[in-house]
């Protein structure tokens, strides 16, 4: 059994009440639903200066708060399914703390009345996709993107903008004050993804939609699940059924078996959907791959099958046939029931850390594996060794320095696109610092990573060669070696990925780290409200955590 250290910060009982300090709007307080009393002032309690990520564009009013009560209504852009998709999680995130059942409807009006609106089409050309505009006045909220993921993320924001207790799991005492005022936001880069590996320890479809719940406070868009490894299969595959059976059947240590049918992983998708976060799952190939191995033999070239893996570095004896036909009928069927699942557009295949494979076979492998993705309609994501086997419209993944930096740099300066998910800022499962040495979690072959290490990195200066016309996005990684629970997860990836979510969202000339960690320090209390676990980093002064 594992015990948390006390550094970490968990409500059992869902704290409710906390305020985060700040504000400036003051004034009368907007009537919506019922009747205010004619002399009643009240501050809202959020400013508009405490979001994170930071926006691009924020002005703060002097003037009344609008204030959210029980009559009113979330209006929406009638004819879109996306966006009463957006309402209604909205409605879902406000009720459990107000109470309040608040209708989702229907309009065509261009500038609808008092309460909150979610508009499609409008907002200033520079939102994009992804961005929105968000305007707050005495009387009414309008959230207004050019497409359906910009409402998602002006809910998010509109979610911060809340009394901290707006998180709790039960009904609260009002008022729901929000600071009056403009927004305008949108991203640096279109990818802003968290890795969960499943592989290592398998974690049940519950814990992966907390997971999901908590990244998507923070604007991450994709949820990237590693399905496969050496010490465990975790996705059923009709036609290879002992995949999931037999290789799913352990984990590092020998601990935490299971996989997902497919009913389950529908269940993860849809739920990630449903709060604008598109899964993107990854098979491994041509390395780490001894769970499949061990459950079927004729895979293996010697026809031998191996024995189940629980090591807790990669196995050296994990490696697919390459040369084998078998191995490409294989590949095909699984990436072909993957896609079925999946109506994202990306399927990573891995490829990292194949070390005792030939250069002729691994590019081999890479030649035989990209086009069974693009025949079921997928594009393909994966590590950065890939490049070496040319790719071709692929998308690397970038990890570690040193490995293939030369030709990281060409694909690169051919059009290639990365993610950047340096592992000395943006693996979450690294330890926070070496002044814990009891501390149960984290691995420290990458070095350890302070809040600042996560924050204090750009993703186009972090490889030579790699500029900011080759970034497609970001992503916080947490590999599970050393994780065993919900608990283990959240302390290791909060307040860390909150670093990595404003690298992707807010603009680089926003970059500051003094200015991230006090805003960071009022995310603390918002946390501890939702019953999430996090880590009391160093460096900041965490706002109501005694």
């Known amino acids: 059994m594992r015990v948390l250290p006390t550094t970490l910060i968990r409500s059992k009982k869902g704290l409710t ?67 009463t998709d957006a309402g209604t999680y909205l ?28 508009l499609l089409g409008g907002a200033d050309p520079r939102v994009g996709a992804q961005g929105y505009e968000l305007d707050v006045t005495r009387r009414s909220v309008v959230i207004r993107a050019n497409e359906p993921a910009g409402l998602f993320s002006g809910v998010q924001t509109l979610r911060q903008l809340l009394p901290v207790r707006i998180e709790a799991a039960t009904r609260q005492s009002g008022p729901w004050t929000v600071q009056t005022g403009h927004i305008l936001d949108y991203p640096r880069y279109a990818y802003r993804g968290a890795l969960l590996d499943v592989a290592r320890h398998f974690f049940p479809v519950e814990t992966v939609k907390t997971y999901i719940d908590n990244v998507a406070r923070y604007k991450v868009n994709y949820l990237h699940l590693h399905l496969t490894d050496d010490a465990g299969w975790r996705i059923a595959i009709d036609s290879w059924p002992k995949l999931a059976t037999f290789g799913g059947s352990s984990g590092v240590g020998g601990q935490l078996p299971g996989h997902y049918s497919k009913t389950d992983f529908r269940e993860i998708v849809a739920y990630a959907a449903a709060r604008g976060i598109t899964v993107v799952p990854e098979i491994e190939g041509p390395g780490h791959s001894q769970a499949a ?218 970059h500051n780290w003094d200015a991230f960690a006090e805003r960071l320090a009022a995310q603390g209390p918002r946390l501890r409200t939702a019953r999430v676990n996090y880590t009391r980093a160093g460096g900041v002064s965490w706002a109501g955590c005694s």
């Open 17 to 83: 009440g906390v305020v985060v300090a700040a504000t400036v709007a003051v004034g009368m307080v907007a009537s919506i639903g019922a009747a205010a009393p004619a002399a009643e002032v009240r501050r809202a309690e959020v400013s508009l200066n405490q979001l994170v990520p930071v926006p691009v564009e924020v002005r703060a009013a002097e003037g009344a708060a609008f204030e959210l009560r029980s009559g009113a209504q979330i209006q929406v852009t009638a004819g879109v399914p996306a966006a």
């Open 293 to 510: 191995l061990a459950s079927y033999a004729k895979l293996n070239c010697d026809g031998k099958a191996k024995e189940l893996y629980t090591g807790y570095v990669p196995s050296p004896d994990g490696l697919l046939c390459v040369r084998k036909a078998i191995t490409y009928k294989f590949l095909d069927d699984v990436i072909r029931e993957i896609a079925a699942l999946t109506p994202g557009p990306y399927l990573h295949i891995g490829s990292d850390e194949a070390h005792s494979m030939a250069p002729e076979d691994f590019a081999y492998y890479i030649s035989k594996v990209t086009p069974i993705v693009r025949k079921y309609g997928k594009k393909l994501i994966g590590w950065q060794e890939m490049v070496n086997g040319q790719p071709g419209e692929a998308i690397g993944q970038y990890w570690i320095n040193g490995v293939n930096n030369d030709e990281v740099a060409a694909a690169a300066a051919k059009g290639t696109k990365f993610i950047m998910t340096p592992a000395d800022h943006a693996y979450l499962d690294m330890k926070y610092n070496d002044a814990q040495p009891a501390y149960p979690l984290g691995n420290v072959w990458a070095g350890t990573t302070e809040v600042d290490d996560a924050y204090n990195w750009q993703p186009d200066t972090e490889l030579p060669g790699v500029d900011e016309s080759a970034v497609a996005g970001v992503e916080a990684a947490l590999w599970t070696e050393t994780v065993f629970a919900l608990e283990h997860i959240e302390a290791l990836a909060f307040p860390r990925l909150l670093a990595t979510a404003e690298i992707g969202w807010s603009p680089k000339t926003s």
């Open 91 to 118: 409605a879902t995130l406000l009720k459990p703390a107000t109470g309040f059942a608040l209708p989702v409807k229907s309009t065509t009006a261009d500038r609808p009345g008092d309460g909150i609106s979610l």
